[in-house]
């Protein structure tokens, strides 16, 4: 027989004293979420220059952390986290993978020492609710007896095929969940998916255009398609269930800023909220992609304004607008707002538009 569990249980603490866990995510710009290794003095240095100019910083313990500095990453993070003041921008980390020798010691180590400053822990390689329950009640012991207040949020990288077919469950696992990003790299080794590159496009998967009866040997344009659509487009929908957020993840070849960006765009159009950046070059492109442009904020507005109660329809430059119209138009308007928030450029921008 299946387990049961009252539904007033679900935001209950998990363990003595440990804080509420939240009914609500809430909405915080996250255009790009910046990875740094700890570990690396050099590039530790550089982040109280960064705090401000990046909507999230992340403190990475797992991959591309050599296992010898395993410890010095989680003891930089530790003193990096304590010294800055992070201001509007976001504090996360990613922790090792479940079945590693270091994630508990991760645990352990950052909750109690820098907990009341780590906003989400992403979790990698996760496979199913099992995991997150799992990181869920640890994280309720550990901020029960550091005597948190507020509790560290979730958030899973869906890397295993498994992980992908259990993804409505992954979302729905706990109320910690913040959202879910997309793990290229180790997703296309575990499906056997003949790429070798760290998201992006492949000029092999394509479609061909048909050939021309007449001339069958005649040039026939192709197309390439997007390798990750159908599991950006599921990760999509599973997080607005569940009222959480999606993120397009790394985007390996630093160097082609322009693919980078057409990748990063498609993520945003299908309803991501963010991406990863692995270089400073890619932050400038998340926060200029995932951030609507004056024109669209200018359209949002005026759909806004001439729906009036936001019932029947308005016919505005030939296009018919109605309350689907305006319910795309709110979201637009909404993530605005937000970003003006945080970003004096941005607001100066939305603020300067004049609706006719």
Same mark, same amino acid.
């Given at each position: 027989?299946?387990?049961?569990?009252?539904?007033?249980?679900?935001?209950?603490?998990?363990?003595?004293?440990?804080?509420?866990?939240?009914?609500?995510?809430?909405?915080?710009?996250?255009?790009?979420?910046?990875?740094?290794?700890?570990?690396?003095?050099?590039? =530790?240095?550089?982040?109280?220059?960064?705090?401000?100019t990046?909507?999230?910083?992340?403190?990475?313990?797992?991959?591309?952390?050599?296992?010898?500095?395993?410890?010095?990453?989680?003891?930089?993070?530790?003193?990096?986290?304590?010294?800055?003041?992070?201001?509007? $921008?976001?504090?996360?980390?990613?922790?090792?993978?479940?079945?590693?020798?270091?994630?508990? #010691?991760?645990? $352990? %180590?950052?909750?109690?020492? @820098?907990?009341?400053?780590?906003?989400?822990?992403?979790?990698?390689?996760?496979?199913? =609710?099992? #995991? @997150?329950? *799992?990181?869920d /009640?640890?994280?309720?012991?550990?901020?029960?007896?550091?005597?948190?207040?507020?509790?560290?949020?979730?958030?899973?990288?869906?890397? $295993?095929? /498994?992980?992908v077919?259990?993804?409505?469950?992954i979302?729905?696992?706990?109320?910690?969940?913040?959202?879910?990003?997309?793990?290229? +790299?180790?997703?296309?080794?575990? %499906?056997?998916?003949?790429?070798?590159?760290?998201?992006?496009?492949?000029?092999?998967?394509?479609?061909?255009?048909?050939?021309?009866?007449?001339?069958?040997?005649?040039?026939?344009?192709?197309f &390439?398609q997007?390798?990750?659509?159908?599991?950006?487009?599921?990760?999509?929908?599973?997080? +607005?269930?569940?009222?959480?957020?999606? *993120?397009?993840?790394?985007?390996?070849?630093?160097?082609?800023?322009?693919?980078?960006?057409?990748?990063?765009?498609?993520a945003?159009?299908?309803?991501?909220?963010?991406?990863?950046?692995?270089?400073?070059?890619? @932050?400038?492109?998340?926060?200029?992609?995932?951030?609507?442009?004056?024109?669209?904020?200018?359209? +949002? %507005? /005026?759909v806004?304004?001439?729906m009036?109660?936001?019932?029947?329809?308005?016919?505005?430059?030939?296009?018919?607008?109605?309350?689907?119209?305006?319910? &795309?138009?709110?979201v637009?308007?909404?993530?605005?707002?937000?970003?003006?928030?945080?970003?004096?450029?941005?607001?100066?921008?939305?603020?300067a538009?004049?609706?006719?």
């Amino acid at each position: 027989m299946p387990s049961t569990k009252s539904a007033k249980d679900f935001f209950r603490p998990l363990a003595v004293g440990a804080p509420t866990p939240p009914t609500e995510i809430p909405a915080r710009p996250s255009r790009a979420i910046h990875f740094f290794d700890p570990s690396n003095e050099k590039m =530790a240095a550089k982040i109280p220059q960064m705090v401000g100019t990046v909507d999230v910083l992340l403190g990475n313990l797992e991959d591309a952390v050599k296992a010898d500095n395993k410890e010095a990453a989680r003891e930089g993070l530790v003193k990096i986290a304590s010294e800055t003041d992070f201001g509007p $921008t976001q504090l996360w980390t990613r922790i090792n993978s479940l079945d590693s020798p270091w994630v508990l #010691d991760d645990l $352990t %180590r950052l909750v109690p020492a @820098i907990g009341h400053k780590l906003d989400v822990i992403m979790v990698p390689k996760v496979q199913g =609710a099992e #995991d @997150i329950h *799992y990181v869920d /009640r640890l994280l309720a012991q550990l901020e029960a007896k550091a005597g948190l207040e507020k509790p560290i949020l979730v958030h899973a990288i869906l890397e $295993t095929a /498994r992980g992908v077919a259990n993804v409505e469950e992954i979302c729905g696992a706990s109320p910690r969940m913040q959202g879910l990003s997309l793990g290229p +790299a180790d997703l296309a080794a575990d %499906r056997r998916m003949k790429t070798t590159r760290v998201g992006g496009g492949h000029p092999g998967y394509l479609v061909r255009q048909d050939p021309v009866h007449e001339q069958p040997d005649a040039h026939r344009a192709i197309f &390439q398609q997007d390798l990750w659509h159908y599991t950006i487009a599921r990760m999509v929908d599973a997080c +607005a269930t569940h009222g959480i957020y999606p *993120y397009y993840g790394p985007f390996g070849d630093i160097a082609d800023v322009v693919a980078c960006e057409d990748q990063f765009r498609n993520a945003f159009l299908l309803g991501c909220v963010g991406t990863w950046s692995l270089h400073p070059k890619q @932050i400038a492109i998340a926060n200029k992609v995932f951030s609507p442009s004056v024109e669209d904020i200018k359209h +949002a %507005r /005026r759909v806004v304004a001439a729906m009036g109660d936001g019932t029947g329809a308005v016919m505005l430059d030939g296009k018919m607008e109605d309350d689907a119209s305006l319910k &795309q138009c709110l979201v637009m308007v909404e993530l605005a707002e937000q970003l003006a928030a945080i970003d004096p450029e941005l607001k100066k921008q939305y603020d300067a538009i004049e609706v006719d």
